[in-house]
T-cell receptor, first 114, second 114 residues
């Protein structure tokens, strides 16, 4: 089945640690996205990538980093510079970055800072 | 700047009753409009979308939405809800002059009374 997988489902981090969230898609999509979701708020865009080896900052990129070395993979690193990283993180992909292209979402990773 | 407002944080309806979830947006031209649904602890799934043409849009799971330009609204409706419709619903707006990003509402949580 085609889709998007995110791992792990739950992640716990100590203060000062970097952690990496995995996102893999087998939909052959060019565009991939990372969103952050907090209670009572809409999704906020962290980073997006339209093509391999290229990515752009979204609205809340500070404290995060990404890479896009393969078309199917778009990992997100939450660095110690991110002041309040506890949140639900969603990865999405679309065939292209046109607004007419549906974004498909993974099941999410819940990150908790201890 | 574009914005999306979902005025209702929670809505409770009885099973079998009709449903309307409100979405208002702020944008000068005709936006691209979306409704997504999120089950607890899961990713988001597209219900329907509007780009142009007929202002009444049919989606999956028996949902429909109507674009009303004069009211800057894109309300989601369903004639008879089922217990499985309990979820959180997000409205999103996209515009070509916002770098093709989606702007998300804060969501409306739908609770179904048996």
């Amino acid at each position: 089945d085609g889709g998007i997988t995110q791992s792990p489902k739950y992640l716990f981090r100590k203060e000062g640690q970097n952690v990496t969230l995995s996102c893999e898609q087998n939909l052959n999509h060019d565009a991939m996205y990372w969103y952050r979701q907090d209670p009572g708020q809409g999704l906020r865009l962290i980073y997006y990538s339209q093509i391999v080896n290229d990515f752009q900052k979204g609205d809340i990129a500070e404290g995060y980093s990404v890479s896009r070395e393969k078309k199917e993979s778009f990992p997100l690193t939450v660095t110690s510079a991110q002041k309040n990283p506890t949140a639900f993180y969603l990865c999405a992909s679309s065939s292209d970055r046109l607004l007419t292209d549906t974004q498909y979402f993974g099941p999410g990773t819940r990150l908790t800072v201890l | 700047a574009q914005s999306v407002t979902q005025p209702d944080i929670h809505i409770t309806v009885s099973e079998g009753a009709s449903l309307e979830l409100r979405c208002n947006y702020s944008y000068g031209a005709t936006p691209y409009l979306f409704w997504y649904v999120q089950s607890p602890g899961q990713g988001l799934q597209l219900l329907l979308k509007y780009f142009s043409g007929d202002t009444l849009v049919q989606g999956i799971k028996g949902f429909e939405a109507e674009f009303k330009r004069s009211q800057s609204s894109f309300n989601l409706r369903k004639p008879s809800v089922h217990w499985s419709d309990a979820a959180e619903y997000f409205c999103a707006v996209g515009a070509t002059d916002s770098n093709y990003q989606l702007i998300w509402g804060a969501g409306t949580k739908l609770i179904i009374k048996p």
